[in-house]
T-cell receptor, first 111, second 114 residues
Framework: GEDVEQSLFLSVREGDSSVINCTYT??????LYWYKQEPGAGLQLLTY?????DMKQDQRLTVLLNKKDKHLSLRIADTQTGDSAIYFC???????????FGSGTRLLVRP | DVKVTQSSRYLVKRTGEKVFLECVQD?????MFWYRQDPGLGLRLIYF???????EKGDIPEGYSVSREKKERFSLILESASTNQTSMYLC?????????????FGPGTRLLVL
């Protein structure tokens, strides 16, 4: 079945890089997404990657996709206190409208 | 900027009450979604609507119904609220093209059923 897993918690120092990891089980993923949820807010789409790409860079964000291992990561360079939030990875499969979400990784950035 | 608004940020209801959660989007999106978010479970899809009056059940539709009479508005209805429906409810609207589904989320409604 479809499943997306993430570690629950990550703590980093301000200025360091953060790497948030995600694994998924369905090999027919079409797109994979990263969303950010700040306290008391809804989810905000950060970035996405098409399944035939290995890497995508967008300013401080780098997404790496290893299809063989079904592993997705989000690297945030020069992490700031404003990056403290919950990060969700999600996948879409084929042309389905359903996004399968992970349970979220809480990122805490220490000053 | 896309704006998705939800009628209430916080709501307290009693068991057995009928509850309406409203969602409005201003981007003329055809697709709208209702999710619930629970700690450790991520987001689970309750219902999806791809057009006015059109809907599809998501993964956990039991105990819920929806209404989409106008394109910009998607309502979630709890016919008889129960304590296990205490949760954060998130509405989203979005577009689709070339299998890319882009969803924009509202701020959420935190519902407590006593």
């Amino acid at each position: 079945g479809e499943d997306v897993e993430q570690s629950l918690f990550l703590s980093v120092r301000e200025g360091d890089s953060s790497v948030i990891n995600c694994t998924y089980t369905d090999s027919s993923s079409t797109y994979l997404y990263w969303y950010k949820q700040e306290p008391g807010a809804g989810l905000q789409l950060l970035t996405y990657i098409f399944s035939n790409m290995d890497m995508k860079q967008d300013q401080r964000l780098t997404v790496l996709l290893n299809k063989k291992d079904k592993h997705l990561s989000l690297r945030i360079a020069d992490t700031q206190t404003g990056d403290s939030a919950i990060y969700f990875c999600a996948e879409s499969i084929g042309s389905s409208y359903k996004l399968i979400f992970g349970s979220g990784t809480r990122l805490l950035v220490r000053p | 900027d896309v704006k998705v608004t939800q009628s209430s940020r916080y709501l307290v209801k009693r068991t057995g009450e009928k509850v309406f959660l409203e969602c409005v989007q201003d981007m003329d999106h055809e697709n709208m979604f209702w999710y619930r978010q629970d700690p450790g479970l991520g987001l689970r899809l309750i219902y999806f609507s791809y057009d006015v009056k059109m809907k599809e059940k998501g993964d956990i539709p039991e105990g819920y119904s929806v209404s989409r009479e106008k394109k910009e508005r998607f309502s979630l209805i709890l016919e008889s609220a129960s304590t296990n429906q205490t949760s954060m409810y998130l509405c989203a609207s979005g577009t689709s093209g070339d299998q890319l589904w882009t969803q924009y989320f509202g701020p959420g409604t935190r519902l407590l059923v006593l």
